[in-house]
Antibody, heavy 118, light 107 residues
Framework: EVQLVDSGGGLVQPGGSLRLSCAAS????????MHWVRQAPGKGLVWVSR????????TYADSVKGRFTISRDNAKNTLYLQMNSLRAEDTAVYYC???????????WGQGTLVTVSS | DIQMTQSPSSLSASVGDRVTITCRAS??????LNWYQQKSGKAPELLIY???SLQSGVPSRFSGSASGTDFTLTISSLQPEDFATYYC?????????FGGGTKVESK
């Protein structure tokens, strides 16, 4: 059974940093592109970042470029999102998601809440 | 960026009703259009991929269709477990973008 477990969220002050993790199991993690998608409270879904299967290629939404870094450890079956210079508008539930060959999000983590507030 | 315009933003329906949700892309995306269902407090789940292909395990009352840059999600007979928010998403190019969502509520 495919499973993605998100963790690492919490309360952080503006300008602070946080690292999210997504532990994967039930599939060959090193064969799939992975993504982060976020959802602000009461709002819609917004794609944040993606990384290719071996970690050599990354892409970011303009809103997080230069502040967030996506990475992965295929030996540990884990996806990461390092978030620096956090702003109030980064407050959201962050989901990791697996994609298939057509960039469809076929499995999602349960999400982890990040709150940026003083 | 490709804009995805979803309508309506909300609708009220009864069990057994036929429900139709539309999504329009701001440019051609071929058939790179997916539909997700999100229940309150839960992660989204994939319903339809490539505009009209049913994800494994999804009931056959859900269907998708396409005409140019217009896409439609249809629920043929609404069930109690279908009250949720539905999102379209284009997977043609980055940034990957979602529609604003359609909340299906009980009439």
């Amino acid at each position: 059974e495919v499973q993605l477990v998100d963790s690492g969220g919490g309360l952080v002050q503006p300008g602070g940093s946080l690292r999210l993790s997504c532990a994967a199991s039930g599939f060959t993690f090193s064969s799939h592109w992975m993504h982060w998608v976020r959802q602000a409270p009461g709002k819609g879904l917004v794609w944040v970042s993606r990384i290719n299967s071996d970690g050599s290629t990354t892409t970011y939404a303009d809103s997080v470029k230069g502040r967030f870094t996506i990475s992965r450890d295929n030996a540990k079956n884990t996806l990461y999102l390092q978030m620096n210079s956090l702003r109030a508008e980064d407050t959201a539930v962050y989901y990791c998601a697996r994609s298939n060959a057509t960039r469809t999000f076929d499995y999602w983590g349960q999400g982890t809440l990040v709150t940026v507030s003083s | 960026d490709i804009q995805m315009t979803q309508s309506p933003s909300s609708l009220s329906a009864s069990v057994g009703d036929r429900v139709t949700i539309t999504c329009r892309a701001s440019q051609s995306i071929s058939s790179y259009l997916n539909w997700y269902q999100q229940k309150s407090g839960k992660a989204p789940e994939l319903l339809i991929y490539a505009a009209s292909s049913l994800q494994s395990g999804v009931p056959s009352r859900f269907s998708g269709s396409a005409s140019g840059t217009d896409f439609t999600l249809t629920i043929s007979s609404l069930q109690p477990e279908d009250f949720a928010t539905y999102y379209c998403q284009q997977s043609y190019t980055t940034p990957l973008t979602f529609g604003g969502g359609t909340k299906v509520e009980s009439k």
